[in-house]
C-alpha cells in the first residue's frame, strides 16, 4: 500500500519510512507524490491544521487517481 504524508518535513518522512516500510507499505512526502499543496493553516491546534493538510492530500491524490483512470 502506498502512503501519502501530508507534509515536506525531511525528518517527520524519515522516522514514518522508518516506522511504515518494514511493515510493508510504500512512503512518499507531498513532494515525492508531485503534490505542491498550500494549505492555509487555520486550525488552532496543531492538530486541526494536520487535519487540514491531510485533507487536502487526500483530494489531491483522488482527483490525480480519478482523471488518470478517464484519461
Known amino acids: 500500500m502506498k502512503l501519502v504524508?501530508?507534509?515536506?518535513?525531511?525528518?517527520?518522512i524519515?522516522?514514518?519510512k522508518q516506522i511504515l516500510e518494514p511493515l510493508g507499505y510504500?512512503?512518499?512526502s507531498q513532494?515525492?507524490?508531485g503534490l505542491i499543496l498550500d494549505v492555509e493553516e487555520t486550525g488552532t491546534?496543531?492538530?486541526e491544521n494536520?487535519?487540514?493538510?491531510?485533507?487536502a492530500a487526500?483530494?489531491?491524490v483522488l482527483y490525480l487517481q480519478t482523471t488518470a483512470?478517464?484519461?
Do not use: D
Request: net charge positive.
Open 5 to 12: 504524508i501530508a507534509s515536506n518535513n525531511k525528518g517527520k
Open 14 to 16: 524519515r522516522e514514518y
Open 26 to 28: 510504500e512512503v512518499f
Open 31 to 33: 513532494s515525492e507524490a
Open 45 to 47: 491546534t496543531f492538530a
Open 50 to 55: 494536520s487535519a487540514l493538510k491531510a485533507r
Open 58 to 60: 487526500f483530494a489531491a
Open 69 to 71: 483512470v478517464l484519461r
